[in-house]
């Protein structure tokens, strides 16, 4: 807190007070927003689509989806669906009618239009770990989260390229009373990221604070902000075949102003969702479409996305599970159902590790690689998750943008380039069959981008590696964050906005914040 209360006392005229971007820590690509050139991997045929598809629109009409929602259930009725009690039930041909309104493609604009990012084509973008209660770092272990680690990973989410927006809370801070947690930790993702934000729907005056924060923080005027997106919210259906109130409310809030809605199942097949993949997918677009229908009705043309959240349990214990071949197949068909809507698609970065070790790389970058496969457009959680979404971790969230590094590079189109240069029958030409290609100068004009250079990686041989200290890679990773948020530099913003904000969130505390029953 105390780097952010020392930027508070600046003051002085507008362009004297900004700050510079974070110390270089370590050599990164710059920003760049990745484009996914590979063809997507498709497991259904065309037959094996419309059974989901089918499959999907039997339940919306056949058994339906319940809203616990006041308003969602009198604008259903107004609709002229079938609605008994809680229970929607909805005609296919009025979903794909209202689904077909949705873009397949927006932009959100965050305050700093540098940051600005493309969702949907094959635009890839990647997000932070998001709401894990816990927090586990080598130093701690496992602890509950607070105000002080959340600014951390902020930190962490600010510095790397390749995160280029923030999630909800990277870790819930618990030691913040719960109706003034929003206030206190979307300040600080204004202050400490000028990447695009997110608002939880968990009542209307979260959502509302959270609109008139980023209102503030990005200079816009009401007419400005509702013009397009400059914000997100990410909702999870109550699986099986629920839509709660908050979260509903949430989101019409956020469409009425043109903002941008993430509709997100999480279907754990087994558990709340058949165990059978097909399935669990199946329930999982029936109750994401339900909820983009009525959006789109409200609002035509409203920025949706489709989310994935569909993995299988553990059927020895029920525990989550996530990077397996099920998870992997399961984000891949709703990556073909997405295309078959037409509308963008979010997946997750997820493992099941508890602890930032082997299991937990090779789960996420399953995942990860599931996000390559299916046509992703959003990765949500892609730095730092561990333990089913329970614990954020920085030494993780430091070993996953090394593996988001690597995914952004493998799109680089310099790798895959063909000019005569890249052929370079020349140069092999003047090595011949008894040189080599260290020395010429086809080499030497390319030796310091030809390749991906890792920042965490160590590439040593063993000796090498063990006289340097024979330092693990999680340690690695724990010297690294340190080195970053204790050198760390908040991105610029006005001190007079910066006052505005806290002036919002003084007012606000003093209101009594979001009500609570505790």
């Known amino acids: 807190m105390a780097d952010v209360t020392e930027r508070k006392r600046r003051s002085g005229g507008r362009a004297g007070n900004t700050r510079r971007t974070s110390s270089d820590v370590i050599q990164q690509a710059p920003w760049i927003i990745p484009v996914n050139t590979d063809r997507p991997t498709e497991p259904l045929n065309e037959e094996g689509v419309e059974a989901i598809h089918n499959g999907a629109m039997r339940i919306l009409e056949e058994i339906g989806i319940d809203f616990l929602n006041e308003e969602a259930l009198d604008l259903f009725k107004e609709i002229g669906v079938k609605v008994n009690g809680s229970n929607v039930r909805m005609d296919r041909e009025w979903v794909m009618e209202m689904v077909a309104k949705a873009p397949s493609e927006f932009t959100i604009t965050p305050r700093n239009l540098d940051r600005q990012i493309t969702i949907g084509g094959r ?108 914000m997100y919210t990410n909702i999870n259906s109550t699986s099986p075949l629920k839509h709660d109130q908050p979260m509903i409310d949430g989101c019409l809030r956020m469409v009425r102003r043109g903002q941008a809605v993430i509709v997100t199942p999480f279907t754990l097949a087994g558990a709340m969702a058949p165990v059978t993949m097909a399935g669990a997918v199946a329930q999982s677009i029936a109750e994401a479409m339900a909820a983009i229908a009525l959006f789109q009705w409200v609002k035509p043309g409203c920025p949706c996305v489709l989310g994935t959240f569909t993995s299988n349990v553990d059927m020895k214990t029920g525990a989550p599970a996530f990077g397996t071949p099920e998870y992997i197949r399961a984000t891949q068909m709703t990556g073909q159902m997405a295309r078959f809507y037409g509308l963008p698609l979010r997946s997750s970065g997820s493992c099941a590790a508890n602890v930032p070790d082997g299991q937990a790389m090779w789960e996420t970058t399953a995942s990860l690689w599931a996000a390559v496969q299916s046509g992703t457009n959003a990765v949500y959680h892609a ?117 505005e904000l806290a002036d919002f969130v003084a007012r606000r505390k003093s209101e009594g914040g979001a009500p609570t029953d505790f």
């Open 123 to 230: 635009n890839m973008v990647f997000g932070n770990v998001s709401s894990p209660p816990n927090y586990f770092d080598l130093e701690t272990g496992k602890v509950p989260g607070t105000r002080k680690q959340c600014q951390d990973l902020l930190k962490l989410t600010q510095y790397f390229n390749c995160i280029h927006f923030a999630g909800g809370y990277p870790v819930e801070p618990v030691d913040i009373h719960a109706r003034d947690r929003h206030l206190d930790v979307v300040y600080d993702k204004l202050t400490l990221t000028d990447k695009v934000m997110h608002a939880y729907s968990l009542g209307k005056e979260r959502v509302e604070d959270v609109i008139e924060m980023v209102k503030i923080g990005g200079g816009l005027s009401e007419e400005e902000f509702q013009s397009r997106p400059h």
């Open 383 to 499: 730095a730092g998750w561990l333990e089913g979404g329970l614990i954020a971790s920085p030494e993780k969230f430091v070993m996953d943008c090394e593996v988001l590094g690597q995914l952004i590079r493998y799109f680089d189109p310099a790798i895959t380039a063909t000019t005569p240069d890249d052929i370079a029958v020349e140069a092999i030409r003047e090595v011949g069959g008894e040189g080599h290609f260290f020395g010429i100068q086809h080499t030497q004009d390319r030796y310091e981008t030809a390749f991906h250079q890792p920042f965490l990686s160590d590439w040593r041989n063993y000796e090498g590696w063990e006289i340097a200290g024979g330092i693990w890679t999680a340690e690695r990773a724990h010297h690294l964050f340190k080195d970053i948020v204790n050198s760390f530099e908040a991105p610029p913003m006005d001190v007079a906005v910066q006052d």
